[in-house]
T-cell receptor, first 115, second 114 residues
Framework: AQSVAQPEDQVNVAEGNPLTVKCTYSVSGNPYLFWYVQYPNRGLQFLLKYITGDNLVKGSYGFEAEFNKSQTSFHLKKPSALVSDSALYFCAVRDSNTGGFKTIFGAGTRLFVKA | DVKVTQSSRYLVKRTGEKVFLECVQDMDHENMFWYRQDPGLGLRLIYFSYDVKMKEKGDIPEGYSVSREKKERFSLILESASTNQTSMYLC?????????????FGEGSRLTVL
């Protein structure tokens, strides 16, 4: 079965320090991978995606993610965290078994950035 | 600015009531989706639609139905609300294209069923 795992429910980091939010996936075929962010009482916003090409993908708000095929991972990173980055982050992958219509989401990782 | 608009941000309903959640997108997207979000479970797909009047069941369709009479509008219907349907409901849209495009989400509708 195709799946996405976010092994950490919560990540705590000090402002100015680098942050990493982890994601691993299991899909058949080529993975199409996404990161979304959700601020309190809001919908999800797209951050970045990997479809093909460079393994390092750059996205909104200074975030980037590294696709690692051998480790089936797509970790989200930022060199210097801001308090305003505190939010809920979702990793997602296209479900290739459904013609690409469905997206499988991880359970989410809550990021706390302390001033 | 592109937008997905959900008609109600907060609703409180009683068990057995019929509930309509409406979603409108202004991006001319072919695909529209209804998700349910619960803590620790991520987002679970209820129904999706890839064209007008077309609908497909997602992972948790029981207790829900949908309607898509116009391209821009996708409605979620709870025929007889139950307390276990208390949740955050998120509508999303996406252009056609094999799933390479990102989803655009509305702000969400938080439903409480008493």
């Amino acid at each position: 079965a195709q799946s996405v795992a976010q092994p950490e429910d919560q990540v705590n980091v000090a402002e100015g320090n680098p942050l990493t939010v982890k994601c691993t996936y299991s899909v058949s075929g080529n993975p199409y991978l996404f990161w979304y962010v959700q601020y309190p009482n809001r919908g999800l916003q797209f951050l970045l995606k990997y479809i093909t090409g460079d393994n390092l993908v750059k996205g909104s708000y200074g975030f980037e993610a590294e696709f690692n095929k051998s480790q089936t991972s797509f970790h989200l990173k930022k060199p210097s965290a801001l308090v305003s980055d505190s939010a809920l982050y979702f990793c997602a992958v296209r479900d290739s078994n459904t013609g690409g219509f469905k997206t499988i989401f991880g359970a989410g990782t809550r990021l706390f950035v302390k001033a | 600015d592109v937008k997905v608009t959900q008609s109600s941000r907060y609703l409180v309903k009683r068990t057995g009531e019929k509930v309509f959640l409406e979603c409108v997108q202004d991006m001319d997207h072919e695909n529209m989706f209804w998700y349910r979000q619960d803590p620790g479970l991520g987002l679970r797909l209820i129904y999706f639609s890839y064209d007008v009047k077309m609908k497909e069941k997602g992972d948790i369709p029981e207790g829900y139905s949908v309607s898509r009479e116009k391209k821009e509008r996708f409605s979620l219907i709870l025929e007889s609300a139950s307390t276990n349907q208390t949740s955050m409901y998120l509508c999303a849209s996406r252009s056609a294209g094999g799933g390479t495009g990102e989803l655009f989400f509305g702000e969400g509708s938080r439903l409480t069923v008493l």
